[in-house]
């Protein structure tokens, strides 16, 4: 490992999270890493930008300009992967105080995130909250609670026979399912479907499981998938609190992205933004099987033994990288501002549903359902309070066919974050609205009528700020490289599901973080064993063990 000038390890282009994650932990490791990015923000496709630096963003992946030609590879990228991009023409006042996500995203409260958020001490360097509702919505039922523990099924205005099925169910996909005989040959079944047959379940409870439980985007979504992210919801529940998932504060995972920076510059990194990469030439001879970048403005070139790259940040000489699979997802989005919060319908009090043991000890006789499957001595439920609740953070799922003008076969989300994430002033609110689409869909058209009905939940006749895009994200599954090409390795497009995105991002740093490891062993093992005691054998050289995060030693790193 030189320590000469400009000659490093590792060159990782890009500061999204799983190029961030990877770059704190190879520096932990003593890896020499330079970290180059065209933005002048950490981030990347995972940045949180204030209100007038989101309006920049929107207008720089807008309709080619004149002088389209003279457009870095990394725009042009970014105009093929952001599309249809429009925006309101005024921005509101204090833009600066808004921290807006391009990924908004939900952290799981057990998962590979916040293993790698506590190991690697960045978990202090930001605050996190707990989502506080989950609300579905109907157009005769307008928006309910979503129960998502005992706790909140015993306090729901669910009937005793709905109670009790639904307890059901949340104990069987919260342990061992694989095993079961409800679960066997039903892997590929729509999940829909086999809540309805296995369980029994009303429709208006298989539409909360599937959409606002299991997070399905689609009535085609499986049952196996559908499971296992629904059991890693419901373990995680109790651990902070009440709902399984953390938000993050300043914009979420952007703010993340920036902690794992720091620590990578505390152990070494170099960090040089807002830069644009002229030219990077692949490894020779005579750069000493080196690659060898050259940036704008800066002297002298960058040289490196092994290239991590996001597909955008990547020159085009470099491009194509190796085949990775065409399928393309089409995911509508809105990102808008209210200056008012949206009400949820009050959650009933302890005393006001029903205890553990009265759902457990009630029993469903043959004859006592009548042909809805509802018990006739327990389909009264108790009259709620009429007052309100307002919350900051909530998500409302907008189910297939519960909206006029909606789709009929794929699920909106609508994401609410206020002030008491630091992402907006107070008494505004950032609306994060996403739906799937087919290619040639309208994007405003497929947006708008969800926009609607939730500026008319909260009372306001127009968002005071909004901008409508679409985002292709390519289909692919783990870092990719290729051994008959020079060491680059291009991290994966990152899942648009808000509950997917955070542990995604952190699985694949680590698998990025092991190949790049056994990469530099290969090309000079030396550096990476170590003497050790033989016994009558002698000295002995054996491999360094390189743990992804070694055990911090002292206070927090890089504190004051």
């Not at 089409?330 to 959650?347: E, M, S, T, Y």
């Not at 087919?438 to 994007?443: F, L, Q, W």
């Not at 009905?453 to 127009?462: G, H, I, K, Q, R």
């Not at 968002?463 to 289909?475: E, G, M």
Request: proline content about 7%; aromatic content about 8%; glycine content about 8%.
């Amino acid at each position: 490992m030189s320590d000469s000038e400009g000659n490093f390890d590792v060159i990782i282009l890009g500061t999204g999270l799983v190029e961030s994650i990877a770059a704190a932990a190879l520096s932990k490791a003593g890896v020499k890493v330079a970290h180059l990015d065209n933005n002048q923000y950490y981030g990347g496709d995972e940045a949180s930008l204030t209100l007038d630096e989101l309006a920049r963003w929107a207008d720089s992946r807008s309709a080619p300009s004149e002088n389209s030609e003279k457009l870095s590879s990394y725009l042009v990228a970014q105009r093929a992967k952001f599309t249809s991009v429009s925006r309101s023409p005024l921005v509101p006042d204090h833009p600066r105080h808004y921290s807006i996500s391009l990924a908004p995203s939900l952290i799981l409260s057990v998962g590979p995130l916040i293993s790698s958020l506590v190991a690697s001490g960045v978990s202090r360097y930001g605050g996190y909250r707990l989502l506080e509702r989950v609300g579905i919505y109907s157009s005769n039922g307008g928006l309910q609670n979503v129960p998502g523990s005992k706790e909140d099924v015993f306090k729901s205005s669910l009937s005793l026979l709905e109670k009790r099925r639904l307890m059901r169910f949340l104990i069987f996909a919260s342990g061992d399912f694989e095993s079961s005989k409800e679960f066997q040959g039903q892997e590929q079944t729509p999940f829909h479907d086999f809540l309805q047959s296995k369980f029994s379940l009303t429709q208006e409870i298989v539409d909360a499981i599937v959409y606002a439980l299991a997070f399905c985007s689609s009535i085609a979504d499986v049952t196996l998938h559908a499971l296992i992210r629904l059991r890693g919801y419901l373990r995680s529940a109790g651990r902070y609190g009440a709902s399984p998932f953390l938000v993050g504060h300043y914009g979420g995972l952007g703010e993340i992205a920036q902690g794992f920076c720091r620590v990578s510059a505390v152990n070494g990194g170099v960090y040089i933004l807002d830069r644009n990469i002229e030219e990077i030439a692949t490894p020779t001879s005579a750069s000493g099987d080196k690659f060898v970048a050259n940036l704008d403005d800066l002297p002298e070139p960058l040289t490196a033994d092994i290239l991590v790259a996001a597909h955008d940040q990547l020159p085009l000489s470099l491009h194509p990288l190796p085949a990775r699979d065409t399928h393309i997802s089409l995911i509508a989005r809105c990102i808008a501002v209210i200056d008012k919060p949206i009400p949820f319908p009050p959650l009933l009090s302890s005393d006001e549903g029903l205890s553990e043991d009265e759902v457990e000890s009630a029993s469903v006789t043959p004859g006592s359902e009548d042909a809805g499957g509802q018990s006739s001595e327990s389909t009264t439920r108790p009259e709620s309070p009429a007052e309100a609740q307002l919350v900051d953070t909530s998500i409302i799922i907008f189910p297939p066919c519960s909206v006029n003008g909606g789709s009929s076969t794929n699920a909106a989300q609508a994401f609410t974050t206020g002030a008491g994430t630091l992402s907006a002033p107070q008494g505004k609110y950032v609306v994060y609205l996403s739906i799937p689409i087919a290619d040639g869909e309208d994007p405003e058209a497929s947006i708008d009528p969800y926009l609607k009905t939730v500026s008319s939940l909260a009372e306001v006749s127009e968002p005071l700020f909004k901008l409508i895009y679409v985002q292709r994200v390519p289909f692919s599954h783990s870092t990719t490289s290729n051994i008959d090409r020079p060491p680059i390795f291009e991290p994966p497009a990152l899942p648009p599901q808000l509950a997917e995105i955070s542990d995604f991002a952190s699985s694949a740093a680590e698998s990025l973080f092991f190949r790049v490891i056994d990469h530099l062993r290969a090309r000079n093992p030396q550096a990476w064993t170590t003497e050790s005691s033989g016994g009558s054998g002698g000295d002995v050289f054996a491999e360094l063990k390189v743990p992804m995060w070694p055990p911090m030693e002292g206070p927090e790193e890089g504190g004051d």
